[in-house]
């Protein structure tokens, strides 16, 4: 245990080295970063357990950081460690720099996930430590014995999702989980009592949490908080610690510029932070130094990791020569690599709904890969995501020897969860719900895109023909939105987000199993609610492969193509069928992934859909949702107005979904 006085300095250390960097910025939020200083300290270099020699160790205790914008805490802290440099501080918030206004994940740095919105990354922490249930369960526990911990702010407390994430995490007793509650009563615009006056303690003893408090700016104080959490064996464990915002920062007159909302989220500036920093012991001419008491701290943990670090890998080693089998299942397991899938047994019923034929797929995942976990918000039966609880059971609290997430009715904390299982390692998660619904998880969605984690995201009853549920429950727009993300490029340049909406059950498999193969982006499956019949005899379902392609049986010789995605597909085939008995020469194209499709060469872009093609879109959704393929010289018949309440079928009728009108449309198009 270090002395307190040292400690004491190297946090105003990571003070000194937070205000500094936001002032050379000329951006960013210091006084959160002031006030957390010490826990921080206290965590990494007494608490935290990694290897120093290798940042990816599976053994490695986490940490999540929720309030993002508190970056230069966790940059110095970090630095501390020896994971960022000086001059890499220097460059806060700067182009191309390893220290971004939000901290972006990037393991070998100690960055466990990217922290965004508000309330996001300790979901993400409760998502990680169902994980490491979840592995420890089924590998044991000489290999599974970490912590997650997760820093939370006041903004993060107050964000709606951190009632699913407190709800989840207590129901299931994650004892793995401990949260640092910085409770320092200062808001970006407001002081916390003018915006709430909850009794935080009470709500989350209510969900089965156990709570602690603490001086969060005592050394002592904390460290008595970290034991107990660490003794907790059946509920996850939130310290609730208070702090001062910008502690140790002085006015332009020399007065307490702390517990102030100036400090949360603008530089100290001027005469304001050359008093800080002489006030927390640094130097204003050279601000930007790790101190000597600081620097012996850190080496003497790092001379401590090594040893305790060793001890776990032996004991690691020793389970893995004891269990071969289950150390190369590991391996594979943590390895990103896509899992291997024997799908020669799956028997796919035609003519059904491709919600169905996702379920049939998820019942060969469900036997074949043992370390996925699909999730549902309350919808299993419906989302057909029953077709892999049909062949496990759900994660229970003290049982975590299911495979099934029961998320409750929270969609967003569902998908946190779920991405946060991926985050940990070892993982491969899937969700469901209604497409609908998709709106409640887009910026979870955002956020597996920008860290690039590749869960599924399984949709179900893709447009108007949700029938008499209405227009409240019927997507209409939801497509279009989704399509704007598969337009993006992550840092690798690679789609954000991959896409699919299946035109039959057939299709549906394929884009599965593309679904599976995909370890480096997240995959949306767009499904359906009512049966689609299953496209015309002869087609080359592989060809599914390229985004887009040609359905069997359409002419060479075209007069025009006819192009849809999921259901309409069937409904253009149907419509086909007309044109041709009046001798229109149609060529019919099922685009299930245009960003797929897009990335495939221009000589194959260009034979499937010819630039001076006469085109005729079809689509449940916006017309712009096919706009961009069908081009200036086509037409794209869609929705422009919410749904209405009726049976599906009544709706394919009245809003023109029917082969019928694909006749009339095409025919007036082609005038």
């Keep these: 245990m270090n002395d307190n006085h040292v400690m004491n300095r190297a946090a105003d250390n990571i003070r000194i080295l937070a205000a500094s960097m936001v002032e050379k910025a000329k951006s960013g ?3 959160g970063a002031m006030g957390g200083a010490d826990f921080i300290n206290v965590l990494f270099s007494e608490y935290l357990v990694y290897d120093p020699d290798d940042a990816t160790w599976t053994g490695r205790d986490r940490f999540y950081l929720d309030p993002g914008h508190m970056s230069p805490m966790l940059y110095s802290a970090l630095a501390l460690q020896g994971r960022f440099t000086i001059d890499e501080l220097k460059q806060f918030r700067q182009w191309e720099s390893p220290t971004p206004g939000h901290p972006e994940r990037d393991i070998e ?9 508000l309330g996001q990354g300790h979901t993400f922490a409760a998502g990680a430590a169902v994980a490491e249930k979840f592995l420890e369960a089924r590998l044991g526990h000489e290999v599974m014995q970490h912590k997650i911990y997760a820093y939370i702010s006041d903004g993060g407390i107050q964000e709606e999702i951190s009632q699913g994430a407190g709800r989840m995490a207590g129901l299931l007793g994650l004892s793995n989980l401990i949260m640092f509650y910085d409770s320092n009563d200062i808001q970006l615009s407001t002081p916390c009592s003018a915006v709430s006056a909850e009794d935080t303690a009470m709500k989350y003893k209510a969900w089965n949490w156990n709570v602690l408090t603490c001086n969060g700016n005592d050394v002592d104080s ?12 059946s509920r996850p464990t939130i310290i609730i610690g208070k702090t001062i915002m910008g502690k140790g920062a002085l006015q332009a007159d020399g007065t307490s510029y702390e517990n102030t909302i100036k400090t949360h989220g603008a530089p100290l500036g001027g005469e304001a932070y050359i008093n800080t920093i002489k006030n927390l012991g640094g130097d204003i001419e050279n601000p930007f130094v790790i101190f000597q008491e600081t620097e012996a701290i850190y080496a003497r943990r790092r001379e401590e990791l090594k040893a305790i670090v060793a001890k776990r890998r032996a004991v690691e080693q020793q389970w893995a020569a004891s269990n071969p089998e289950k150390a190369k299942q590991m391996k594979d397991w943590f390895s990103g690599n896509a899992p291997q899938i024997d799908w020669s047994s799956l028997v796919q019923k035609p003519d059904q709904a491709t919600r169905a034929g996702s379920a049939a797929c ?14 549902s918000a309350d919808l299993s039966n419906s989302d057909k995501t029953d077709g892999f609880l049909k062949k496990t059971h759900d994660i229970q609290p003290g049982d975590f020897t299911g495979a099934f997430f029961e998320a409750g ?4 904390t569902m998908a946190c969860m779920c991405i946060g299982m991926y985050l940990h390692g070892g993982v491969i998660p899937a969700c469901g ?12 969605v955002r956020m597996a895109a920008l860290m690039e984690v590749p869960i599924k995201f399984i949709w179900t009853h893709d447009a108007f023909r949700v029938g008499e549920d209405g227009p409240t429950h019927e997507p209409v727009e939801q497509e279009a939105q989704i399509r704007l993300m598969e337009k993006l490029k992550n840092h690798h340049g690679k789609d954000s987000v991959r896409v699919f909406r299946p035109a039959d059950v057939n299709e549906t ?5 593309m679904a599976m193969d995909n370890m480096q982006t997240p995959t949306a499956l767009v499904l359906s609610r009512q049966n689609v019949n299953n496209l015309p005899e002869g087609n080359d379902y592989n060809h599914v492969r390229f985004g887009a392609y040609v359905v069997a049986g359409s002419d060479d010789d075209f007069d025009v193509i006819l192009l849809a995605s999921g259901s309409e597909v069937s409904t253009l085939v149907a419509g086909a069928e007309l044109l041709r008995k009046e001798g229109v020469k149609v060529r019919i194209v099922s685009v299930p992934s245009e960003g797929l499709f897009r990335n495939q060469p221009k000589d194959y872009q260009e034979s499937i ?8 879109g079809l689509t449940a959704g916006l017309p712009v949702t096919l706009e961009g393929l069908v081009g200036a010289n086509g037409k794209v018949f869609g929705l422009n107005s919410f749904g209405f309440s009726a049976p599906y079928k009544v709706l394919d009728e009245k809003l023109g979904f029917t082969a019928e009108n694909v006749y009339n449309q095409v025919k007036d198009f082609l005038k």
């Design 29 to 31: 939020h210091p006084g």
């Design 109 to 117: 740095r100690g960055i466990e996930n990217t922290s965004g919105p």
């Design 222 to 233: 904390i460290r008595k908080a970290l034991d107990e959490a660490l003794k907790e064996t």
């Design 362 to 375: 998820l019942g060969v995942l469900a036997e074949q890969v043992p370390n996925m976990i699909c999730s």
């Design 409 to 412: 009715v929270s969609e967003l």
């Design 433 to 444: 719900t209604f497409f609908v619904f998709s709106d409640y998880m887009k910026p979870a």
């Design 509 to 513: 498999t394929i884009c599965w199993q």
């Design 609 to 616: 859909l010819p630039k001076d093609a006469k085109i005729f």
